[in-house]
């Protein structure tokens, strides 16, 4: 296989795995969905991958069974020095959502009240944010507001969000001798 860097990977230290990050491109370049969003989440607070990994699946359980299939691909990380950042264990998913009948935002991806993932992440004393696209091409036209996610409607989007995904799998904050650094849905585009 063809060692392949990103402009992600090599401000992080390289490629930490490149078939996982050939599984991450099918997922973007194969989807099923008709009007795909590419979301990024990272999870904090735990110090158990375990419960990063149950916390995540009830999450898109409570998407799937609300009408919103997805695919995601995921990785644990851990940044030593947590006064840097604060994040310690966390968990970094990225996530393709069919958003053709439904707009997650509105009940499920965000901090609101009214937010149906907030109260499952309380439970497992798990936070959440969503990190932003940081290409400009994932603006809104008219404003040029930034948007939470980044939508595949042209090979420019998608190129950049085959990029932009690599950041699963720069070396950076990857955990030495952890097994199981990397998750990922089975294909369930059509649920």
Known sequence: MKKEETVITLKN???HNQPKYKLMKEMVDNNKFKEARLYHLILTGATDPAVYRATWKTV???LRDN?????WHSCIERDEDKDIDGKGL???IFMLIECKDQNPCR???????NSKIEPIMERNG????IAPPRSSIHRTKRK??????????SKEKIADCKVWISYLVKNRSKVA???NIYSASRDRSST
């Open 13 to 15: 230290g390289g490629m």
């Open 177 to 179: 001798g952890m097994r």
């Open 126 to 129: 798990v936070k959440f944010y």
């Open 144 to 153: 040029q507001r930034q948007l939470r996610y980044a939508t595949l409607g």
């Open 60 to 62: 898109v359980e409570k």
């Open 67 to 71: 009408g919103m299939p997805c695919q």
């Open 90 to 92: 966390h968990m970094h």
């Open 107 to 113: 009940r499920f991806l965000n901090h609101r009240s």
